[in-house]
């Protein structure tokens, strides 16, 4: 689950980090007034969860009651798209901060770091709006260190960091405790990242944190009832991810233009790297989960081909206490309540297969297809993509 920026900032403040005073805001008049009690100048800034705000212009500086007016009729509203062209994200909220004066920009995050099964601290002198440039033309300006799991991140480590992140000698201290404070909440937050970018020096040398990044394991949200409050309360902006959620399925988007829909996880991981492998670009997650019956089917593909950008789609089934001949059934009911204007490849293999191809055979539906093999599916459903 991802938090909005003033969300973000919550969590730091309840962890003792000092952030800028700010206030949310869902709309003009209630943004001119929080600006009016922070004073000014003030930043008012959009709440979406994507990058790149500052640069599509949800991101300004008000400094008086006039410019905080029309800077908050501008961004409330407005739609921001990611720097991949994601999106539109909708702006219904802004988050009023006061202004900092910045006399430097660090980057700060912390993150799962899956291969090495640790989390990894990451510090970079150089932050701001183009770190992910700084990252990948000089990969040695980010500080790395993977974090003892039994004994946390200790304020020498942290401290190593700063210096060898060449941070500057007065705030070593102070970016190191924010280091490990940082740590601390992910840890006690049941967080996959944290990322701070600015994590800034002002004028009085004070370490702050000017943004946050948060993203908490959703199935860590029972251990944590303010944070799960916050899940319901935020449905996803992305429509194909509402609806899902709505049908109680997994779904998570991807850029690609080929729609997946497995059984069980693992598959669908799978499904994923076979279809690149053959030179295909999903589209999507989506896993129907074991047991899936004819219901679940017809929702999942409602959610797929709800997406314009899907050219094919790939089903891919292996029936263990899933019934091969439900899905089949489910695949044929989605056909008369579904707009099926994409061709879909089919592999249905285990419980009930031959009784489930049968039954696709008999409804003789258009546009469906049927492989026996992952390999050859992935295939087919790359080349019907590439030819429509």
Same mark, same amino acid.
């Given at each position: 689950?991802?938090?909005?920026?003033?969300?973000?900032?919550?969590?730091?403040?309840?962890?003792?980090?000092?952030?800028?005073?700010?206030?949310?805001?869902?709309?003009?008049?209630?943004?001119?007034?929080?600006?009016?009690?922070?004073?000014?100048?003030?930043?008012?800034?959009?709440?979406?969860?994507?990058?790149?705000?500052?640069?599509?212009?949800?991101?300004?500086?008000?400094?008086?009651?006039?410019?905080?007016?029309?800077?908050?009729?501008?961004?409330?509203?407005?739609?921001?798209?990611? =720097?991949?062209?994601?999106?539109?994200?909708?702006?219904?909220?802004?988050?009023?901060?006061?202004?900092?004066?910045?006399?430097?920009?660090?980057?700060?995050?912390?993150?799962?770091?899956?291969?090495?099964?640790?989390?990894?601290?990451?510090?970079?002198?150089?932050?701001?709006?183009?770190?992910?440039?700084?990252?990948?033309?000089? =990969?040695?300006?980010?500080?790395?260190?993977?974090?003892?799991?039994?004994?946390?991140?200790?304020?020498?480590?942290?401290?190593?960091?700063?210096?060898?992140?060449?941070?500057?000698?007065?705030?070593?201290?102070?970016?190191?405790?924010?280091?490990?404070?940082?740590?601390?909440?992910?840890?006690?937050?049941?967080?996959?990242?944290?990322?701070?970018? =600015?994590?800034?020096?002002?004028?009085?040398?004070?370490?702050?944190?000017?943004?946050?990044?948060?993203?908490?394991?959703?199935?860590?949200?029972?251990?944590?009832?303010?944070?799960?409050?916050?899940?319901?309360?935020?449905?996803?902006?992305?429509?194909?991810?509402?609806?899902?959620?709505?049908?109680?399925?997994?779904?998570?988007?991807?850029?690609?233009?080929?729609?997946?829909?497995?059984?069980?996880?693992?598959?669908?991981?799978?499904?994923?790297?076979?279809?690149?492998?053959?030179?295909?670009?999903?589209?999507?997650?989506?896993?129907?989960?074991?047991?899936?019956?004819?219901?679940?089917?017809?929702?999942?593909?409602?959610?797929?081909?709800?997406?314009?950008?899907?050219?094919?789609?790939?089903?891919?089934?292996?029936?263990?206490?899933?019934?091969?001949?439900?899905?089949?059934?489910?695949?044929?009911?989605?056909?008369?309540?579904?707009?099926?204007?994409?061709?879909?490849?089919?592999?249905?293999?285990?419980?009930?297969?031959?009784?489930?191809?049968?039954?696709?055979?008999?409804?003789?539906?258009?546009?469906?297809?049927?492989?026996?093999?992952?390999?050859?599916?992935?295939?087919?459903?790359?080349?019907?993509?590439?030819?429509?």
């Amino acid at each position: 689950m991802d938090l909005l920026e003033y969300q973000g900032k919550q969590l730091f403040d309840a962890a003792g980090l000092a952030v800028p005073q700010g206030e949310v805001a869902a709309d003009v008049d209630t943004a001119v007034a929080a600006a009016e009690r922070i004073g000014y100048p003030c930043v008012i800034k959009a709440q979406v969860l994507i990058g790149g705000r500052g640069k599509a212009g949800g991101i300004k500086v008000a400094k008086d009651a006039d410019e905080a007016r029309a800077h908050a009729e501008a961004i409330i509203g407005m739609d921001i798209y990611g =720097p991949r062209k994601e999106g539109p994200f909708p702006v219904d909220q802004v988050w009023i901060e006061e202004a900092s004066e910045i006399d430097a920009e660090y980057y700060a995050s912390i993150i799962l770091d899956r291969s090495a099964k640790k989390t990894l601290a990451i510090l970079s002198r150089m932050g701001g709006m183009n770190v992910e440039e700084v990252a990948e033309k000089d =990969p040695a300006a980010l500080t790395k260190h993977h974090v003892d799991p039994l004994n946390g991140l200790s304020t020498e480590e942290a401290r190593q960091m700063a210096v060898d992140a060449q941070i500057d000698d007065d705030v070593i201290d102070g970016v190191a405790d924010t280091l490990v404070a940082l740590s601390e909440a992910f840890v006690a937050n049941d967080a996959t990242l944290i990322e701070v970018n =600015p994590l800034i020096v002002t004028s009085s040398r004070e370490v702050v944190l000017l943004d946050a990044k948060v993203t908490i394991d959703g199935s860590a949200l029972f251990r944590h009832e303010q944070l799960a409050e916050i899940g319901e309360a935020s449905p996803p902006t992305d429509p194909q991810e509402a609806m899902a959620k709505e049908r109680g399925l997994t779904y998570v988007k991807l850029d690609g233009d080929i729609g997946i829909l497995g059984n069980g996880a693992g598959l669908c991981m799978s499904t994923l790297d076979v279809v690149a492998n053959a030179g295909g670009d999903p589209a999507n997650f989506l896993d129907a989960g074991g047991g899936s019956k004819a219901e679940a089917i017809v929702a999942a593909l409602e959610v797929i081909t709800s997406d314009q950008k899907v050219k094919a789609v790939l089903f891919n089934i292996f029936g263990g206490i899933t019934r091969c001949d439900e899905v089949a059934k489910g695949i044929i009911e989605a056909y008369a309540r579904v707009d099926m204007n994409v061709p879909l490849v089919v592999r249905l293999d285990g419980t009930n297969s031959e009784e489930g191809l049968r039954l696709l055979a008999e409804a003789n539906l258009e546009g469906l297809h049927n492989e026996t093999t992952m390999l050859g599916a992935a295939e087919r459903v790359v080349e019907l993509a590439k030819g429509s």
